[in-house]
């Protein structure tokens, strides 16, 4: 249990009162340990945390782990250091919680759903329901339909008249949301401490995180649904967090008005929407984004075939990032610190493993963080960071304390398991430096 929360974290409502085409995936590394492996390793990953979270035999925790995987892993590496084997270590990873000590869960019917989001007061209560099939089991990942029911349709009821397909409820698990009162803070933080401005960001986060502490939930396979007004809150909430989900799906109501840059590289499906959905659509399209379909008979039959064909991309070759205010800052392996950045800030990151290069071209942004694994790069060679024009050139190690810090500070998922981070300073453009010399207009 202890990972599951500490990965959830960055979900919770606390830290956000503190710090508020087609792109394909670069080729994944073949696992080369057998689960059972995945699941040694990922007991001993939950042992390093729960020293870290009670203080109290982290470093022993940590020395273990680190000397079996030198020991039983670098075989397998073939003579690499055993933080190679991303894909291998990120399976670990899902191993280290044991969701099936969890007690009192209802199988096979549509349950109440009671979150604290103390975010908006101590006594702020999200009132959602759950789905979990009549034949849970924790030997199963499971994909996770996060559902915005439409205004004034109750969570029950959501689930119970949009999510009744027998194949839809027999494979995921379905949290249907109990969003605030006022409508027009769904797709939005709302503010701190006021109940009767509560947003949908919190409520989603919270939920999302009593999801994942609670069930088995395959963390590629996240998805989030709309109807209505919801399908425009569910894609202002992707466009807040892309980086954490599969898909989203509309369902008879029209898109936001957002631009589709930060959601590049998460598909879409809309059964039912209206002219701004097609605009999106178009937009996507021209961009080279990520697909988007627009099925306006869609049912239930077609919504999970397009979730049984569309997953999570954890480390996309190419990330597009317009940084909002306060967020979103991250996508993916990229992260721009919160001070760094202008109103106007736009980015364009691409990974190009055969040449071991990762090219970044900003206007507005000083400076950026850039994460790694060997999924995304060859750390056993010179990795090439282009900002801008200006090449960096260097080996990035591995680092083992480095990744076990992350993992405690929540930056990594099974999907997002990165052994190194660095920070480059971003040049200006030509336009930019001149700007700069003509001084203030």
Same mark, same amino acid.
């Given at each position: 249990?202890?990972?599951?929360?500490?990965?959830?974290?960055?979900?919770?409502?606390?830290?956000? +009162?503190?710090?508020?085409?087609?792109?394909?995936?670069?080729?994944?590394?073949?696992?080369? @340990?057998?689960?059972?492996?995945?699941?040694?390793?990922?007991?001993?990953?939950?042992?390093?945390?729960?020293?870290?979270?009670?203080?109290?035999?982290?470093?022993?925790?940590?020395?273990?782990?680190?000397?079996?995987?030198?020991?039983?892993?670098? #075989?397998?590496?073939?003579?690499?250091?055993?933080? +190679?084997?991303?894909?291998?270590?990120?399976?670990?990873?899902?191993?280290?919680?044991?969701?099936? #000590?969890?007690?009192?869960?209802? #199988?096979?019917?549509?349950?109440?759903?009671?979150?604290?989001?103390?975010?908006?007061?101590?006594?702020?209560?999200?009132?959602?329901?759950?789905?979990?099939?009549?034949?849970?089991?924790?030997?199963?990942?499971?994909?996770?339909?996060?559902?915005?029911?439409?205004?004034?349709?109750?969570? @029950?009821?959501?689930?119970?008249? @949009?999510?009744?397909?027998?194949?839809?409820?027999?494979?995921?698990?379905?949290?249907?949301?109990?969003?605030?009162?006022?409508?027009?803070?769904?797709?939005?933080?709302?503010?701190?401490?006021?109940?009767?401005?509560?947003?949908?960001?919190?409520?989603?986060?919270?939920?999302?995180?009593k999801a994942l502490e609670s069930y088995s939930i395959d963390y590629d396979?996240?998805?989030?649904?709309?109807?209505?007004?919801?399908?425009?809150?569910?894609?202002?909430? +992707?466009?807040?967090?892309?980086?954490?989900?599969?898909?989203?799906?509309?369902?008879?109501?029209?898109?936001?008005?957002?631009?589709?840059?930060?959601?590049?590289?998460?598909?879409?499906?809309?059964?039912?929407?209206?002219?701004?959905?097609?605009?999106?659509?178009?937009?996507?399209?021209?961009?080279?984004?990520?697909?988007?379909?627009? @099925?306006?008979?869609?049912?239930?039959?077609?919504?999970?075939?397009?979730?049984?064909?569309?997953?999570?991309?954890?480390?996309?070759?190419?990330?597009?990032?317009?940084?909002?205010?306060?967020?979103?800052?991250?996508?993916?392996?990229?992260?721009?610190?919160?001070?760094?950045?202008?109103?106007?800030?736009?980015?364009?990151?691409?990974?190009?493993?055969?040449?071991?290069?990762?090219?970044?071209?900003?206007?507005?942004?000083?400076?950026?963080?850039?994460?790694?694994?060997?999924?995304?790069?060859?750390?056993? #060679?010179?990795?090439?960071?282009?900002?801008?024009?200006?090449?960096?050139?260097?080996?990035?190690?591995?680092?083992?304390?480095?990744?076990?810090?992350?993992?405690?500070?929540?930056?990594?998922?099974?999907?997002?398991?990165?052994?190194?981070?660095?920070?480059?300073?971003?040049?200006?453009?030509?336009?930019?430096?001149?700007?700069?010399?003509?001084?203030?207009?």
């Open positions: 249990m202890f990972t599951r929360i500490l990965l959830c974290a960055s979900l919770g409502l606390p830290l956000l +009162a503190s710090a508020l085409t087609p792109v394909s995936s670069p080729t994944p590394l073949e696992e080369l @340990q057998k689960s059972s492996e995945h699941k040694k390793v990922g007991q001993k990953i939950a042992e390093c945390i729960e020293g870290y979270v009670n203080r109290d035999g982290q470093r022993d925790a940590e020395e273990e782990l680190s000397e079996y995987l030198d020991k039983k892993w670098t #075989k397998a590496a073939k003579g690499r250091s055993p933080l +190679a084997l991303s894909d291998d270590l990120a399976a670990a990873l899902w191993y280290a919680t044991d969701v099936s #000590k969890v007690k009192g869960i209802k #199988k096979g019917r549509v349950n109440d759903l009671l979150v604290p989001v103390p975010f908006y007061g101590e006594d702020y209560v999200s009132e959602s329901a759950v789905w979990v099939p009549k034949k849970y089991s924790t030997k199963i990942k499971y994909p996770l339909i996060l559902s915005i029911p439409a205004e004034g349709e109750r969570p @029950q009821d959501n689930l119970n008249e @949009q999510w009744n397909d027998s194949t839809i409820r027999d494979n995921a698990i379905i949290v249907a949301l109990g969003m605030p009162t006022t409508t027009e803070n769904w797709g939005s933080l709302g503010e701190a401490g006021n109940p009767e401005k509560a947003g949908g960001i919190g409520v989603l986060l919270m939920n999302f995180r396979r996240i998805y989030l649904a709309g109807q209505g007004i919801g399908v425009a809150a569910a894609m202002e909430i +992707a466009n807040y967090s892309p980086d954490r989900f599969g898909g989203v799906i509309g369902r008879t109501g029209d898109a936001a008005e957002i631009s589709p840059d930060n959601l590049s590289n998460i598909p879409f499906i809309f059964a039912g929407g209206g002219k701004r959905a097609t605009e999106f659509s178009e937009k996507a399209k021209e961009a080279g984004y990520a697909d988007c379909t627009l @099925q306006a008979d869609a049912k239930a039959e077609h919504i999970w075939a397009w979730i049984e064909e569309n997953s999570r991309r954890s480390n996309p070759e190419k990330i597009v990032l317009r940084p909002g205010s306060p967020y979103p800052n991250k996508a993916y392996w990229i992260d721009v610190p919160a001070t760094e950045y202008s109103d106007d800030a736009m980015l364009t990151a691409v990974a190009d493993r055969a040449s071991n290069t990762i090219t970044v071209d900003s206007t507005g942004i000083a400076s950026i963080k850039l994460y790694f694994n060997d999924t995304i790069v060859d750390m056993d #060679k010179p990795i090439k960071v282009i900002c801008n024009g200006v090449e960096n050139e260097d080996l990035v190690p591995r680092n083992f304390g480095t990744m076990m810090t992350l993992i405690y500070r929540s930056r990594s998922d099974p999907g997002k398991l990165y052994t190194a981070f660095r920070s480059y300073d971003i040049p200006l453009t030509e336009g930019e430096a001149k700007d700069a010399a003509a001084g203030p207009k």
